[in-house]
Nanobody, 125 residues
Framework: QVQVVESGGGLVQAGGSLRLSCTVS????????MGWFRQAPGQEREGVSC????????DYADSVKGRFTISRDNAKATLYLQMNSLKPEDTAIYYC??????????????????WGQGTQVTVSS
């Protein structure tokens, strides 16, 4: 049984930092490109960042470039998102996603994608 569990969300003041984690079990982690997506209230889900299986390909949404850093530890089957200089507009539910492809893409609708349940991030002004 595949399990995708996000953690690390919470309430933080603007300018603060959070580190999200996503732990995966039940499949071969190294076979998957990984990504973070988010959905704010009343808005569509959007891509935040993604990383290929070996970290050789990484992409970020323009809105988070220079502030967020994605990484993965294949030995621990865990994906991370270090979020610095947080802004109120970063408030959203953050979802971890696994893609059975070798390329990293931030499009929301990708076939075969496996989603986590999400973790809430709230940034107060």
């Amino acid at each position: 049984q595949v399990q995708v569990v996000e953690s690390g969300g919470g309430l933080v003041q603007a300018g603060g930092s959070l580190r999200l984690s996503c732990t995966v079990s039940g499949l071969r982690f190294n076979d998957y490109t990984m990504g973070w997506f988010r959905q704010a209230p009343g808005q569509e889900r959007e891509g935040v960042s993604c990383i290929s299986w070996n970290g050789g390909s990484i992409d970020y949404a323009d809105s988070v470039k220079g502030r967020f850093t994605i990484s993965r530890d294949n030995a621990k089957a865990t994906l991370y998102l270090q979020m610095n200089s947080l802004k109120p507009e970063d408030t959203a539910i953050y979802y971890c996603a696994l893609d059975p492809f070798s390329t990293c893409q931030l499009i929301v609708g990708r076939p075969g994608r496996v989603w986590g349940q999400g973790t809430q991030v709230t940034v107060s002004s």
